[in-house]
């Protein structure tokens, strides 16, 4: 059965020219990609993306980061797109994450980790909703 996960190629990602790159993965996988969009976050989006972490010491950081220019947002479908992008993405701490995956490959530092991507049936349907309300 097929499912759609959100991902994103964030800020420092696209600075760092590697838009293309990501996407090559997720295409070289057998993932396909239903929406894509360049765009820089408003605050309010950010926030409501990340509320998870809304108490968490780094927020602030985070939410400043996340809005600090454009970042490339997708809507990758396959079967479970969910699992299949966030192991093709990697551990969260760059320096952890396993050297094949894309943060292995293109990170360092755990604030600037190139890609997002779901982490739950749940938090995709959620966050397509906030990114792409017409996709339903
Ligand atoms: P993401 O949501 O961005 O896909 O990353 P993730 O699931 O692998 O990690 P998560 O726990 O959801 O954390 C969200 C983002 O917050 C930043 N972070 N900074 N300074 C810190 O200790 C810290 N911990 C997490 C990371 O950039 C992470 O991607
Ligand atoms: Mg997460």
New binding site residues.
Partial sequence: MSERTLV?V?PDGVRRGVIGEVISRIERKGLTLVALELRTLARETAESH?E??SS???FG??VE?ITGGPLVAMVVEGPRAIEAF?AL?G??DPVSATPGTIRGDFALE????I?????STYSAEREIKLFFPELG
Avoid: C, M
């Avoid at 755990?110 to 980790?113: K, S, T, V």
């Fill in positions: 994103l964030k990340y998870e972490h968490k010491p780094f950081e985070l980061f966030r993405a551990a969260t755990i604030g600037e980790n890609v997002h991507g779901s982490d």
